[in-house]
């Protein structure tokens, strides 16, 4: 995996007295799945849009491969804006190639990625329909195909899975998957966490236009805190409550529930287990992301 491809550094905006961006900051490097995350209004689509050169930024900088970020790079950038944008009322393919065309792709080559794109989404048959005509998840689907038909070397997709049915959700998921591991970074915007964690190999959470959490998902997952449930059967009682380091969140039957300060021993916490009774059960509990995003986003410790 490569460095960092493309680095937004410290990039602050204003509209008027609302202050959506705060020197924001993080990189996407070469394959990689970034996916940002925040609640309504925190700052993505105004992030995006400054990647794209479509808004300028008060200050701060985007670069791609370490120079600040020029037209040509944007040229080179698949969008999928959040207003999406094509004409509702042009045949699916037409609008296709008349992308591909406007990127500079002749017309032979234009008609054969229209078609290839049109074939991998499953609307072939749907070609020379109007884009209006489709269904959203259809429409959406013409969108990504939109943002891929000139081979872009980055990806910026605002909310590409929002309102698609579970099979879209897994064709449009691969074709990002090829794109990563075609060396194309992909950033992409989403409120589904789940499908963010399935997918990213990074994710950024985003808060009043800063980022206050940016990382592997594992890495966030275990750096945030460091829980165990431990199960000693015959469940002996009070044997956690004396260790250094270590407070007991909860008890039930067999079970406690502890969490370790940091740089408490974990093997010293399953050795005073062991002394207690037979360990039947030792488990690390890791947040999920949606937890990891609720303490993120609303400072709120969740159990
Ligand atoms: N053209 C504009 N004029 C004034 N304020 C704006 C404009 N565009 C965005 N904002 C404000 O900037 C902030 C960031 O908005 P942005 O659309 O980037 O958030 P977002 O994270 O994409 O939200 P969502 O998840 O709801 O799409 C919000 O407070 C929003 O109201």
């Given at each position: 995996m490569g460095g960092k491809d493309l680095q937004i550094d410290r990039v602050s905006k204003r509209y008027g007295d609302v202050h959506a961006l705060r020197e924001m900051t993080f990189d996407v490097g070469e394959g990689g799945i970034f996916g940002f995350v925040g609640g309504n209004g925190a700052g993505k689509t105004t992030t995006m849009r400054i990647i794209l050169g479509v808004l300028a930024a008060d200050s701060g900088e985007v670069r791609w491969r370490g120079e600040p970020i020029g037209l040509e790079t944007r040229r080179d950038i698949g969008y999928m804006p959040e207003e999406r944008g094509l004409y509702p009322k042009m045949g699916v393919r037409d609008q296709l190639m008349y992308l591909a065309r406007l990127h500079g792709i002749r017309k032979r080559a234009a008609g054969a990625a229209a078609d290839e794109w049109l074939e991998r989404f499953g609307l072939t048959e749907r070609r020379r329909d109007e884009l209006d005509d489709l269904s959203l998840g259809n429409q959406q689907k013409v969108q990504l195909a939109a943002a891929l038909i000139h081979d872009p070397e980055v990806l910026v997709l605002d909310e590409p899975f929002s309102g698609l049915d579970p099979m879209a959700v897994d064709v449009m998921s691969e074709v990002l998957r090829k794109k990563a591991a075609a060396g194309v970074p992909v950033i992409f915007s989403s409120h589904q966490l789940d499908l963010v964690e399935r997918l990213c190999d990074r994710v950024g959470i985003v808060r009043a236009g800063s980022m206050v959490a940016c990382g592997p998902v594992g890495e966030l997952r275990d750096g945030s805190r460091r829980r165990f449930e431990i199960e000693i059967a015959g469940?002996?009682?009070?044997?956690?409550?004396?260790?250094?380091g270590v407070s007991v969140l909860g008890a039930s039957g067999d079970r406690v529930r502890v969490e370790l300060a940091p740089g408490a021993d974990e093997q010293a916490v399953l050795a005073a287990a062991m002394r207690s009774g037979p360990v039947g059960e030792f488990v690390p509990l890791r947040p999920t992301l949606a937890e990891l995003f609720r303490t993120a986003v609303n400072g709120e410790e969740s159990e």
């Open positions: 469940g002996p009682t009070g044997w956690a409550d004396e260790l250094d």
